[in-house]
């Protein structure tokens, strides 16, 4: 016999399994502990403690098994040690995407939209008549036979030049973006967690532009003393270092790796907390941690003038509440011309957006 089967109604599932109410924690906790999956079963079994997360039906042994078994971690390697799988790192970016920038859907194309026809891969509903150069998969052939049975008969039936068609497509324009990470020691300073929002910020930026615009390129620099690049894979494992603040050193190479790409579209996106704190003057490292350096100030200055000139917007993200930090992004991102989001560290969802090329302010939730 046919029927339901009704089981008891647990208002604070939100109608999510055990499995999938625990995996959204896990996530979290990873990205606090830098993918340790030890620290993060260990924060989770106290959590579980303390909020009863499990029952006698599901327990973390169970979830531990569900891990395993849907791909999320893996223990077969050498030293018999429990790791997190692409899988999980892919999940960690999406959960931050989701946190920051809310639930977007993955397209097949680039999607930042201009007014100008071209050679992109979106059609266009428009057509036009056939010119000299267009090829032969531009061609709408329902409409040309048509427009040949109408203009010839269909008893001697022909196609000619005139009676070609062409189905236009709009261009889509691709953008290379190099993605910079503040790693300088400050961003854990006083006991302020300030990397853990940076690389939700991070990840989010990654995952939105891998979903929504695939074919655009990404390049990720972290800098402290020095710059160097990173993979996406590598973010949820980033750390801080015993390092000051070398924003000269991660624009320059920002800039280089733009320089390298061929594409005209071109941007920066910068994750800091603040002002810069150092300086590489030949193999010796000019540092200055108290108050706002006037010589290493001038240094960034000149290179977002130059980014200006280039053609470089710089988006800043702020990750700190501090006046005195917050200078030196507002006065760096009027040089540039360019965009600032201030957030603050308890409410990592919101931002102060500030777009200093139009002189637009608003609150972006």
């Not at 647990?10 to 999956?37: A, C, H, I, R, V």
């Not at 997360?53 to 891990?67: C, K, Q, V």
């Not at 710059?227 to 996406?232: F, L, R």
Request: with cysteine.
């Amino acid at each position: 016999m046919l029927g339901y089967n009704f089981s008891k109604f647990d208002p604070n599932t939100n109608g999510k399994s055990p499995f999938e109410t625990l995996l959204n924690l896990f996530l979290q906790l990873l990205t606090y502990t830098s993918g340790d999956f030890n620290e993060a079963m260990q924060w989770l079994n106290e959590l579980d403690k303390e909020y009863k997360l499990t029952d006698s039906d599901y327990g973390i042994g169970d979830f531990i098994e569900d891990l395993k078994a849907k791909g999320y971690i893996d223990d077969k390697n050498e030293k018999g040690e429990i790791k997190i799988t692409s899988k999980t790192e892919q999940g960690i970016r999406k959960k931050s995407l989701e946190e920051i920038f809310g639930k977007l859907k993955k397209t097949k194309s680039g999607n930042h939209q201009t007014f100008k026809p071209g050679g992109g891969d979106e059609i266009n509903p428009e057509t036009r008549p056939f010119q000299f150069g267009d090829t032969m998969e531009q061609i709408d052939f329902t409409n040309s036979i048509r427009n040949a049975q109408i203009n010839h008969g269909i008893d001697s039936f022909k196609m000619q030049e005139d009676d070609l068609e062409i189905r236009e497509t709009d261009f889509k324009s691709q953008t290379s973006t190099v993605l910079m990470i503040d790693i300088s020691h400050s961003m854990i300073l006083y006991g302020e967690d300030r990397i853990t929002p940076a690389k939700k910020v991070a990840m989010a930026l990654s995952e939105l532009i891998q979903t929504k615009y695939p074919k655009d390129t990404l390049d990720i620099v972290v800098f402290g003393n020095d710059a160097w690049p990173i993979e996406i894979k590598d973010l949820p494992y980033l750390q801080v270092g015993p390092y000051h603040t070398n924003t000269v050193a991660g624009l320059e190479l920002a800039m280089d790796i733009l320089r390298r790409r061929r594409n005209p579209n071109k941007q920066i996106f910068m994750i800091t907390d603040g002002k810069p704190t150092c300086l590489k003057v030949g193999t010796r490292y000019y540092k200055n941690s108290w108050g706002v350096d006037r010589k290493i100030l001038n240094r960034c200055m000149s290179l977002a003038t130059q980014c200006k000139k280039l053609k470089i917007p710089i988006t800043t993200f702020m990750i700190a509440t501090d006046p005195y930090l917050q200078k030196f992004v507002q006065e760096f991102t009027e040089t540039n011309n360019g965009k600032a989001f201030f957030a603050g560290l308890d409410n990592l969802g919101s931002f102060i957006f500030k777009d200093f090329e139009s002189g637009k302010r608003k609150t972006v939730y």
